[in-house]
């Protein structure tokens, strides 16, 4: 098991930041985003104050804002070795 300094709620605020940051970065209001992406304005209100959206909701507004494909490369990278043993295992 891996010691992990960060915590669930703390990843949740810093994509409801990154996301509102993102917002603003294609100088998008919350109902533009709202008519752009099809989530609704109350809804990206409510994410932007608290973190909480639905994951449906959370990837249509990532396509919205053009970070969809980004975000699926992230997801396909691969752990990298942390030992030796780990690097002749997978040679």
Request: aromatic letters at 6%; proline letters at 2%; glycine letters at 4%.
């Amino acid at each position: 098991m891996t010691l992990q300094l960060n915590t669930a709620f703390d990843t949740q605020l810093d994509l409801k930041r990154h996301m509102k940051q993102r917002r603003k970065a294609h100088k998008l209001s919350v109902e533009a985003l709202a008519e752009k992406s099809g989530v609704p304005y109350g809804t990206i209100r409510k994410f932007e104050s608290t973190g909480n959206i639905s994951l449906r909701q959370f990837l249509m507004l990532v396509e919205a804002l053009g970070e969809l494909n980004k975000l699926r490369e992230f997801l396909k990278q691969e752990e990298n070795p942390k030992t030796i043993e780990e690097v002749l295992n997978n040679a």
